[in-house]
């Protein structure tokens, strides 16, 4: 799996200025340098085996000037901020909707049932004010997006020649645990159809070299937002319960959004990936079978939807994405010792690295 990395120099960009400069639909910088490369398409840097996260960028913040204040116009924001294939993109907020702080970090969201990755702008019109989302910085409504007109102020606030700070808004991601997870992975259990090691934090995992029936999955990977969704390892039991399993699920009643729940807690102690907050379940079916590895396997299938209510829009820094992986043995077997693999870490920006793993089943 390769990683990507964006390295942030210390040092403000100079690619647009407050006044009528041009903006790109990708920028990157270059590590240790001043310069911003513009291009039409996004463009990551070289890939490398082990990546330390990147420390937020800043520097000392330049406030408002009293120039820059012009209550006759509407104030529109344009900023740098990174995007999952780790190229800088430039984003959009109006004035009201962004928050400064002395050190030089900045909080921008737009409340909204419609995340607008790039974020919207309202642009004042005679009938009214219009709502232009960034995807259409570059069509009929362009001059807002580009410079500043008679109706809209446009300040940059970390790249140009009047950049208010050098601070780049990445989520605030915990470095990696690799002594942790070398300690924890070392010794697992040797038990048969049974989740080995659970993991829920910041970073997403792929494991190499791990003996037929060890499966290192992912919660929640069958979830969409919108649609019909499984959940193809919600427990595992030993084949002999199965009757009895099949039982308690009937008992439990099938299409009760409780019933899941019920089962898990008093029948297995399994984990449960719980869905995300946004989704609304329904339709649930549980059911239960025997794998070709010799483990029962529950799975649960679902309708899902978003959920009305929970609308929040676009924010820059993002939240820091929080993944959930087991790993499991769906077989009735025990590998032999020891197990030698590969364990790759890798955040929602694609840094990352990798660990040679020693694992001892007891």
């Known amino acids: 799996?390769?990683?990507?990395?964006?390295?942030?120099?210390?040092?403000?960009?100079?690619?647009?200025?407050?006044?009528?400069?041009?903006?790109?639909?990708?920028?990157?910088?270059?590590?240790?340098?001043?310069?911003?490369?513009?291009?039409?398409?996004?463009?990551?840097?070289?890939?490398?085996?082990?990546?330390?996260?990147?420390?937020?960028?800043s520097s000392s913040f330049v406030w408002l000037r009293e120039d820059m204040?012009?209550?006759?116009?509407?104030?529109?924001?344009?900023?740098?901020?990174?995007?999952?294939?780790?190229?800088?993109?430039?984003?959009?907020?109006?004035?009201?909707?962004?928050?400064?702080?002395?050190?030089?970090?900045?909080?921008?969201?737009?409340?909204?049932?419609?995340?607008?990755?790039g974020g919207e702008i309202r642009i004042p019109q005679s009938y009214g004010i219009l709502g232009v989302s960034a995807r259409d910085k570059d069509g009929?409504?362009?001059?807002?997006?580009?410079?500043?007109?008679?109706?809209?102020?446009?300040?940059?606030?970390?790249?140009?020649?009047?950049?208010?700070?050098?601070?780049?808004?990445?989520?605030?991601?915990?470095?990696f645990d690799r002594d942790g997870f070398l300690e924890q992975l070392s010794v697992l259990p040797a038990e048969p159809c049974s989740t080995l090691f659970h993991f829920e934090g910041n970073y997403q995992l792929q494991a190499d070299g791990l003996p037929e029936g060890i499966v290192l999955y992912r919660d929640g990977q069958g979830i969409k937002g919108r649609?019909?969704?499984?959940?193809?390892?919600?427990?595992?039991?030993?084949?002999?319960?199965?009757?009895?399993?099949?039982?308690?699920?009937?008992?439990?009643?099938?299409?009760?959004?409780?019933?899941?729940?019920?089962?898990?807690?008093?029948?297995?102690?399994?984990l449960k990936y719980a869905p995300d907050r946004g989704l609304d379940i329904s339709n649930q079916t549980i059911t239960a079978e025997i794998n070709d590895f010799g483990c029962g396997v529950v799975s649960t299938s679902y309708v899902t939807d978003m959920m009305a209510g929970l609308c929040e829009g676009w924010k820059i820094p993002e939240d820091a994405k929080v993944f959930s992986y087991r790993l499991i043995n769906i077989s009735d077997k025990v590998p032999e010792n020891p197990v030698q693999w590969k364990l790759t870490y890798m955040d929602q920006y694609g840094r990352g690295g990798a660990l040679d793993i020693v694992t001892q089943f007891e």
């Open 1 to 57: 799996m390769a990683t990507m990395l964006i390295a942030c120099g210390d040092d403000n960009g100079s690619s647009a200025t407050d006044e009528g400069a041009g903006s790109s639909s990708s920028v990157i910088l270059s590590e240790g340098s001043a310069e911003v490369e513009e291009s039409s398409s996004s463009v990551v840097l070289s890939s490398a085996s082990n990546l330390e996260p990147v420390a937020n960028s």
């Open 69 to 117: 204040v012009d209550s006759s116009r509407l104030t529109i924001y344009r900023f740098l901020y990174p995007r999952a294939d780790m190229s800088l993109d430039t984003g959009y907020f109006n004035g009201d909707e962004c928050r400064f702080e002395a050190e030089g970090k900045f909080l921008c969201e737009q409340r909204s049932c419609i995340a607008y990755d």
């Open 140 to 175: 009929a409504y362009s001059e807002y997006f580009h410079a500043s007109t008679n109706i809209t102020r446009l300040v940059d606030i970390n790249f140009g020649d009047s950049a208010l700070t050098t601070f780049i808004p990445f989520a605030d991601i915990p470095e």
């Open 227 to 270: 649609g019909d969704s499984r959940e193809y390892y919600s427990a595992l039991f030993p084949k002999e319960e199965l009757d009895a399993v099949k039982a308690h699920i009937y008992e439990a009643g099938q299409g009760e959004k409780s019933s899941y729940n019920k089962l898990m807690v008093e029948y297995y102690s399994e």
